[in-house]
């Protein structure tokens, strides 16, 4: 199976302090862990992606909020709201993390490789059109989607949202495509306050399963699955897009879900084995939250192993 590992390092230059929960050692954490595991570290093909384009970036986002990050960041960076904040490296990051997401676009739907997944920061799935919210400048999977959509043709794509946060900013960019289908499992009540069930969007195609906190793991699994199997039981994807927030693991800092790293691996399997049969197994995965370093990294290594042996 070929699955291809993308990263940049200008994704390190994001610099939010190492008292911010979205530090630069959440992503240091993961090639520290490959390390670990030579069969997986030899056997992926790493890549170091592009940096996405203002153009590209307007595919999802209003050019005069792009213009705003870039000259924020070349003034040596600040706070875009009290938890996002901008370094003087923070561009240069944000624009490679969107970058790989769209290499590993490419890669997929070319048939270079079957698989891909992309080791990012900042994440992106709370940033709207025009503002930036939850540490996340731009919206790496949205701009991910609506590119297939653009450049490759493709005519559907599902993003699957496990992150244990609403995807709200993904879900405001991609709502009103109806080519787009957005299922998100995720903790209620609980940042950003959005995701309510009855949120479907102006086509319908917009699943949101907000959970509470502390249930049993079979219960989140089951929830997202209904989910799933409602929003492709008469659509099939062109392309699978994960948006792979690993702070739904229990004993995150930032959340309350009870998932196991099993239980991740099992899911993604899962989602694999769908998209063999949807779209000849083209999946993209992008990092979004996971909080504890070492249990994101850890997390990482067996979404990998499964996305090279699913």
Known sequence: MTVAFLSHPDCGRHDTGWEHAEHVGR??????????HPALFHVLQHREGRHATVNELALAHDRD??????????????????????????WDAATAGAGCVLDAVDLVMSGEVQRAFCAVR????HAVRDRAM???LFGNVAIGAL??????????????????HHGNGTQALVEHDARIRFVSIHQWPWYPGTGATEERGPHGTIWNVPMPAGRP???????LWRAI????????????????????LANDPLGGFTWSIDDLRDIARRLCDRANVWCGGRVVSALEGGYAPQQTAEAVIAHLQVLVHP
């Open 65 to 90: 909020y792009i213009e705003s990050v870039r000259t924020l960041a070349l003034a040596g960076g600040g706070r875009l709201d009290p938890d996002t904040v901008v370094s003087d490296g923070s």
């Open 229 to 248: 199997d409602a929003a492709t039981s008469d659509w099939t994807p062109d392309l699978v897009l994960i948006s792979a927030g690993f702070d739904s």
């Open 147 to 164: 590119y297939a959509l653009a450049q490759h043709r493709a005519e559907r794509v599902l993003i699957v949202d496990w992150d244990v």
């Open 217 to 223: 793991a079979q219960e989140y699994t089951d929830a």
């Open 27 to 36: 992503l240091r954490a993961i090639p520290s862990a490959l390390k670990y």
């Open 134 to 136: 939850g540490f996340c």
């Open 122 to 125: 900042p994440p992106g799935h």
